[in-house]
């Protein structure tokens, strides 16, 4: 078979589940609205305010930082399960990985990043 | 095993890109433990030492021809005269932080562009898609934080839109990325030469997708729409670092493509969209120019009609019209690098000088200075004595050479089209007008000063010295 056979069978089974799932219940169900099925759901408690409400921009900053910090620290693993294979080039390749990230850090630390003012 | 799969050889072809990284970690270090006493010019002059010192390194890789980490890095003279192009675009535009942005982001902006400048080098050599997806997206990266430091609603549109915009491209170059790996089975573009590769429609949707991205990171018509708010959104040095840097990088890319990854009897055909987009970009650039009133958008316009100019020497991928690409990107480094410097010397402590209407008598007001922006505008515009002229002439005749002779008419219909909108730029400064100047002078802006001086005496010099050898990648 061609190598991307799988990928269109995929595809297909995919694009089919979908249609099935959207179509099919338009056609078999019986609509019977009433206020209470019409209602946003939010863990079964009476939406209180308008979603898009304000919030400080600074969750985003700390997201961000979260984030940045997260994805380098997930790098650790890789080079930790296969360390004795990598020998010298690795630890020296993760060293210098690690002073950057440590420069880093120290920068967002120093211009307050961290603080919640 | 593993540590002797890299030799000292991989590791000195690098040293210039490890110099300018390096350099920028020091700047930030310098700045957090220092504060204020390192000041604006601590920052720049530290930046700019770093890059002279990658220069003079890069330099001694002239006439190797090293295949570097497996194919990844590729060190020949082609690589060393786009890394120098690189530098000599890194360092104009930082020297400009000399007179523009508030003093406690220099040092923060100054290691942002040169981590940029390290993606653009990366791209001088890279040799598989994925040194070139890093090198693109490290150049990216940067810019995009450093398009958003000024302190106003347009610097804040620029980033976004510059991100936005610019993320979507980079998706279109992943996927022709993946179709091309899909066809090949390998990531290395000297893969890309095989003959077979010609009947594969995977990988002519691959180089498609990939020419897509390409084209709208070189700003070619019709990806070119960004260009001119980003343009002019960001900082001024930033601003001339885009003009010349992001363009440089992505040429290198481009031309490496073009000349050793194609299937030869694919070739032409493959590349024949990219000339025609070209060819248009050369027109719609140059129209676009004449109504505009500021600066950076009059050069955002007419960068998309120079790097279209540059892909017309490319288009018969022969030796000669890689010499005379080069030796025009060079030209057309100083000559933006020069006007920059110039809106940079007239800037004031808010507000840019790039706006068009403030050069309204500047012939009489600062005559040096307008003598000398006279001059990179002639060099723009492609007239003699300047090396814009010899580049264009060298343009031309490539472009014989090879054939594309309707490439050719259309740079010099081009050509015509710019010419008004330069002149008009050449005459407001000379016009004899009311005196009401609103610009202060300035007090003195040395690096400015020298950036201007030494771009004005290169572009002298080069017309006069056409080099480049032995460049083909």
Known sequence: MNPYGPVAIYLAVALAAALLFTVLPGLLGRAKPNAQKLEAYECGVEPTSAVAGRFPVRFYLVAMLFVIFDVEAASFFPWAVEMHALRFFGLAEMVAFVIVLAIGYAYVWKRGGLEWK | ?473
Request: charge should be neutral; glycine fraction near 12%.
């Open chain 2, 1 to 473: 095993m593993i540590d002797s799969l890299y030799g000292a050889a991989d590791w000195s072809a690098i040293t210039p890109l490890v110099i300018v990284a390096v350099t920028a970690l020091v700047v930030l270090l310098m700045d957090l433990l220092l504060g204020k006493r390192v000041g604006r010019y601590g920052a720049i002059i530290l930046g700019s030492l770093g890059l002279i010192l990658a220069g003079v390194v890069a330099a001694g890789g002239y006439g190797l021809h090293q295949t570097l980490f497996g194919g990844a890095f590729v060190l020949d003279g082609f690589t060393v005269l786009f890394e120098e192009v690189v530098i000599i675009g890194a360092l104009g535009s930082l020297v400009l932080f000399g007179a523009i942005g508030r003093e406690d982001r220099v040092a923060g902006a100054t290691a942002l562009l040169l981590w940029s400048a390290t993606g653009a080098m990366l791209l001088a050599g890279a040799g598989t898609l994925l040194t070139i997806f890093l090198g693109i997206e490290l150049l990216s990266l940067a810019l995009y934080c450093l398009c958003g430091l000024a302190p106003r609603a347009t610097a804040r549109e620029a980033a976004l839109k510059y991100l936005l915009l610019s993320s979507t491209a980079s998706g279109f170059l992943l996927y022709g990325m993946a179709l091309l790996f899909g066809a090949t089975g390998s990531v290395t573009l000297s893969a890309f030469a095989a003959p077979m590769l010609a009947a594969s429609p995977l990988f002519w949707a691959g180089i498609a997708f990939f020419f897509v991205g390409i084209a709208f990171k070189l700003s070619l018509v019709p990806f070119h729409t960004w260009a001119p708010d980003v343009f002019q959104g960001a900082p001024l040095p930033v601003t001339a670092f885009m003009s010349v840097v992001t363009k440089a990088g992505v040429l290198a890319v481009l031309a490496r493509v073009a000349y050793s990854a194609l299937p030869p009897q694919a070739a032409s055909a493959l590349l024949l969209p990219l000339w025609v987009v070209a060819g248009i970009s050369m027109v719609v650039g140059n129209v676009g120019m004449l109504a505009q009133t500021d600066l950076k958008r009059l050069i955002g316009y007419s960068g998309v009609a120079q790097v279209g100019y540059i892909l017309v020497a490319l288009a018969g991928t022969t030796a000669f019209g890689l010499r005379a690409a080069i030796y025009y990107l060079f030209a057309y480094t100083l000559m933006n690098l020069g006007a920059f410097a110039v809106a940079a010397v007239l800037s004031g402590d808010g507000e840019e000088g790039t706006q068009l209407a403030g050069y309204r008598g500047l012939g009489h007001r600062r005559p040096l200075l307008a003598a000398a922006m006279t001059f990179f505008l002639l060099a723009l515009a492609g007239l003699p004595p300047t090396a814009g002229f010899l580049g264009k002439i060298l343009i031309l005749s490539a472009g014989v050479a090879s054939g594309y002779l309707w490439l050719d008419a259309l740079l010099i219909i081009g050509t015509a089209i710019s010419l008004y909108g330069y002149a008009k730029v050449i005459g407001a400064m000379y016009a004899r007008d009311e005196h009401r100047s609103p610009t202060t002078p300035r007090p003195v802006v040395p690096l400015a000063w020298a950036s201007i001086a030494l771009c004005a005496l290169a572009l002298l010099l080069l017309t006069f010295h056409p080099f480049a050898s032995s460049v083909l990648p």
